[in-house]
């Protein structure tokens, strides 16, 4: 298994809030991922990063900001929390586009 | 943009052949893969097409088709533990676009 980690794995917040998640791996991959999973949506793109401090959106990235100051860590920032921003959060790594990405375990947000 | 359509929901029978379709259309495209998701849990790499045509990996094989916009994942020999959520992903312009998924139930 890819050593990929995600922390907290819960978490519950109130509105307005600011939250960030981390995640950290230990292969030296390249590439990492934020997605969001909810029903009926499937998991969609956040936000990426190619390289330490190289980044850029995904399809659903208003509200969220990312930074990428070490190869090993991704955090996700929630400015100010919402409500539709409670969902399951996955981290993934990968060498690029073409290859597999490996998830974390994922961090289950709930904003109240 | 990119779209992709699968089945929502699937039923089978253990030991049964099971085939689970996966539509797109995409502005670019660079190859499809294939992911497992257990309930609750993180989903983990079955399968990767970027060429016409079928990949055998054991149980599992995986079809595409660049031309009609296709692919397909065949599960042979059904067990209960194959009872999951199979997502479509298609990649292009370094992102990666997934399904909703297809849930699995395999029945006794």
């Known amino acids: 298994d890819a050593g990929i980690t995600q922390s907290p794995r819960h978490k519950v917040t109130e509105t307005g809030t600011p939250v960030t998640l981390r995640c950290h791996q230990t292969?030296?991959?390249?590439?990492m991922y934020w997605y969001r999973q909810d029903p009926g949506h499937g998991l969609r793109l956040i936000h990426y990063?190619?390289?330490?401090?190289?980044?850029d959106k995904g399809e659903v990235s208003d509200g969220y900001s990312v930074s990428r100051s070490k190869t090993e860590d991704f955090l996700l920032t929630l400015e100010s929390a919402t409500s539709s921003q409670t969902s399951v959060y996955f981290c993934?790594?990968?060498?690029?586009?073409?290859?597999?990405?490996?998830f974390g375990p994922g961090t289950r947000l709930t904003v109240t | 943009g990119q779209n992709i359509d699968q089945p929502t929901e699937m039923t089978a029978t253990e030991g049964a052949i099971v085939q689970i379709n996966c539509t797109y259309q995409?502005?670019?495209?660079?190859?499809l893969f294939w992911y497992q998701q257990h309930a609750g849990e993180a989903p983990t790499f079955l399968s990767y097409?970027?060429?016409?045509g079928l990949e055998e990996k054991g149980r599992f094989s995986s079809f595409l088709s660049r031309s009609k916009g296709y692919s397909y994942l065949l599960l042979k020999e059904l067990q209960m533990k194959d009872s999951a959520s199979y997502l479509c992903?298609?990649?292009?312009?370094?992102?990666?676009?997934f399904g909703t998924g297809t849930r699995l139930l395999v029945s006794p």
């Open positions: 993934a790594i990968g060498g690029g586009p073409s290859y597999e990405q490996y």
């Open positions: 292969e030296n991959h390249r590439y």
């Open positions: 990063s190619y390289g330490v401090k190289d980044t």
């Open positions: 995409t502005s670019g495209f660079n190859g």
């Open positions: 097409n970027v060429l016409d």
């Open positions: 992903a298609v990649t292009g312009f370094q992102k990666l676009v």
